[in-house]
């Protein structure tokens, strides 16, 4: 199958929103209040949207709490983003529990999800360094320009298997609203889509050479 582009993806995620009633607005803000519009635009997509009790670095509610892999998981449950089939989510037991997500939207994406003390982490697979054809140009190339991806970082992680994987990841608080944190999903999933992008030519083969 023909992997499909970014831009694909951008029309679709673009499509949904158009699907969801939501209309596009231009408001002008100051650059460093960028953060906080975004949480803000978050609430509005909803019907009853939260009072805000104060704005800061993270938007906070008055029914301010800290969320578990489990409380997560029933919450994420009702959302359309996973009543619709545009992604669904799983509980894995454990003795630290994750939820495995599916994005379908993004070419079945797989995701992973834990709360882990005061964060919540949201991590996807890259490729094992064994893909890489130059580790120390690849490497290089990451501390150049991950900070393109907003919202997200590359790690370089050993796997069960023993071997070193590189891992897209995002970190919130555990005290996030809703909003946030599937924001944070979504982001993850373009992110990742747009790094294989824009990686590819330095792995080897090269992905649209693979079978």
């Known amino acids: ?61 008055s029914n301010l709490k800290s969320w578990s892999t489990e409380s997560l998981y029933s919450a994420l449950t009702e959302l359309e983003l996973f009543t619709s089939d545009s992604a669904s989510v799983e509980l894995i037991d454990g003795i630290e529990p ?49 900070k393109y991806f907003p919202l997200s970082t590359i790690s370089l992680d050993t796997l069960s298997d023993g071997k070193d994987y590189y891992h897209m990841f995002g970190a919130l608080s555990a005290t996030s609203i809703l909003p946030n944190i599937v924001f944070e999903i979504e982001t993850l999933a373009a992110n990742v889509i747009h790094a294989t992008e824009a990686y590819s030519n330095l792995l080897t083969p090269p992905l649209e050479a693979r079978g």
Do not use: C
Request: charged content about 30%.
């Open 1 to 61: 199958m023909k992997a499909k582009s970014s831009a694909y993806y951008q029309r679709e995620y673009r499509q949904r929103l158009r699907e969801m009633g939501l209309v596009k607005k231009e408001v002008w803000i100051l650059p460093e209040n960028a953060k906080q519009l975004t949480s803000i635009e978050k609430l509005l997509r909803h019907k009853n949207p939260a009072v805000f009790t104060e704005i800061g670095d993270e938007s906070m509610t």
């Open 98 to 146: 994750a939820l495995h997500i599916v994005m379908y939207d993004y070419g079945d994406l797989p995701l992973f999800l834990t709360v882990a003390g005061e964060q919540i982490i949201v991590e996807a697979i890259l490729w094992p360094t064994d893909d890489v054809e130059d580790l120390g140009k690849f490497n290089e190339t990451i501390l150049r320009t991950h």
